[in-house]
């Protein structure tokens, strides 16, 4: 599938393989829309640093060169495009990203809402799924891989058609991660299949779904918990046999609430790392939050751009 | 005296209990939870009723390297009449708790919760209540419900955030600090769970819900972590110092609870309150540390007689 990386399996990981296309094919191409805001200029910059990515600026020139000599931000590979405000950002960005001159888009001081609307408008071609949605890639000290949970950021009650969606756009991340085949565990509260709770249900039918070949390119197992999803011991203590349970590599959620919690739980107090990106749309959409560490938010640039080297590979192979 | 880990929990159950409490343990053949009735006999905070098959739990006993003297048996021939006959003796006031051995959850709750046994009371809903302690945390915190209600509404959350500010108190939280989790800290009509948030932080206020401090709905770095409350605004007593956690659903709370237990270096007990007297639901993967601690909590939460 890809001869430039073997599976990643750690943040840094995934950082590395960013850096090896990087080197082989050039630096990506980001464009930063809205970029006025020091934490995310800071995080470019070390992405910069690494060589992996080059940076073009959407935002006020004036107060851009403000920030980054108030900041001290190391801005040699930043190219600056004056814009009048954000929505003119987020438009340069979007067509930027349109026309082939970016690879993937990092949101500044913009609502990622905002930003998304202009990205997905009828102006431009970069709407690839009817659903798009945010998928959070961590790496869990005590898992022996990658976990890809969704969605703790946009999709804030998954209808059972956006589900489907949700998976064929976190399998195609996870493909970009060396993960051939994906396996997607959906999760329910209880790990039976009960009309009362319609996760279960709904999880039921997807993973028939995909036996029956309609949701290809991956393997479902739900209804699942999360234990049961992450831990073999678990799953076989229940009487849960199936390669999924135990050794998922994506855990799709039923609410945004869970998603959020669930991996905020793991990124405060395990320490997880993470990484966190937008999918579904032709280019990867970056994005980073103030709290983030600045090591997570290089991964998180990190993983926008690995998966936009794995879309492009797809478009020239179909 | 405010409680700050599993040991001070200990402690203070050691000095309220005169005598150590009584508990029902249905099919405890499991070597992790012989380990931890025999540490909580040991420290004279439980007098275990084991009932069950006895050679399935002389044999864990020998697995556990551990012997079972002074400690009542009730020979029972099936795992059902074994939870059945717990019941009676909760109904009797024999026992002032009950545990979990090796029997499914769904099923066991399913049992617990028949109208016409011992242990239901009135309406109280009874729900899970986890407590952890995190070194990233000064403080122990309350987690609820991971077990019992899948999809809570309005006023069943208001049951679950007193259920949690109830066992708060005993952990020496005066006026325990309790978060609504969600994933946002504004509200959003769009995320219904934050419109119920609001709704129950309001209710405090109108003095509805006392003798306790809430805020929602918060996400869970401002709720736990002082940095982010202050990077993100957050303005209140809760935010940043939350010592109760109340998830909108079972499945969150359930993966807080899971994701703490297999990932983090967490002190961890489980407690589900509300019934005539506590039960330990622990799951049979949890460590002989969980199970005891949430023997401790049992304990310490002893109805008074």
Known sequence: MNNDYSTITTADGIVDAAKTLGNKYGPFRVAVAAAEDDDVLKACSEAAGKGFARFTLFGSKAKLESIILEHKIVATDFEIVDTKDAN??????????????????????????????TVLSRDFNLRAADTINHVAVLGIPGYHKLLGITDGGM????????????INNSVKLFQCLGYETPKVAVSAPVDYIHPKFPATTEAAQLTAMNKDGLIPNCEI????????????????????????????DIFLVDSIEECNIISKTLI?????????????????????????????????????????????????AA | MILKSFADIEKAAREKIVDPVLIAFVEPHEPNLIRAIDRAFNNQLVKPVLIGDEKSIMDAATEAEIEVRGWELVRS?????????????????????????????????SLLFERK???????????????????????????????????????DLVDILNSSVN?????????????LLAAVEVIYPQMPVTIVDAVISKMVDKG????????GPLSMDVALMADAAKDKGAKGEVAGRAEVLIGPNLATSYGIYKALTMFTESEIGVLLTGGKVPAVVTSTNDTPDTKYNSLVLAALCKPAA
Request: hydrophobic share 45%.
């Open chain 1, 155 to 166: 999709v804030v009650k998954p209808t059972f058609e956006q589900k489907v969606v949700m």
């Open chain 2, 167 to 179: 066992l708060a108190h005993r952990l020496g939280m005066v006026i325990p600090k309790v978060a």
């Open chain 2, 208 to 215: 509805q819900i006392r003798n306790c401090l809430v805020d």
């Open chain 1, 268 to 316: 405060l107090l395990s320490p997880a790392t993470f990484a966190g990106v937008i999918v579904g749309a032709r280019v990867p959409v970056s994005l980073v939050s103030r709290t983030d560490t600045a090591h997570n938010k290089l991964a998180s640039i990190a993983v926008a751009c690995l998966l936009s080297h794995h879309l492009k590979n797809m478009k020239s």
């Open chain 2, 77 to 109: 021939p099936e795992p059902n009449y074994s939870a059945y006959q717990a019941l009676e003796l909760i109904r009797d006031n024999k026992v002032n708790g009950i545990c979990k051995g090796v029997f499914g959850v769904k099923d066991f709750l």
């Open chain 1, 88 to 117: 003119e950002s987020a438009h340069k960005a979007a067509e930027a990203a349109d026309k082939g001159k970016a690879d993937l888009i990092q949101k500044g001081f913009l609502s990622t809402s905002a930003l998304l609307k």
């Open chain 2, 117 to 155: 046994l011992g242990f239901r009371i009135s309406k109280n809903l009874v729900s899970g209540q986890l407590v952890f302690r995190n070194a990233k945390l000064d403080r122990l915190v309350i987690v609820s419900d991971p077990v019992v209600n899948p999809g809570p509404e309005m006023m």
């Open chain 1, 221 to 248: 197992y739900g209804p699942i918990t999360f234990d049961a999803a992450t831990s073999r011991d678990v799953a076989l203590g229940r009487g849960i046999m199936n390669y999924v349970a135990g050794d998922a």
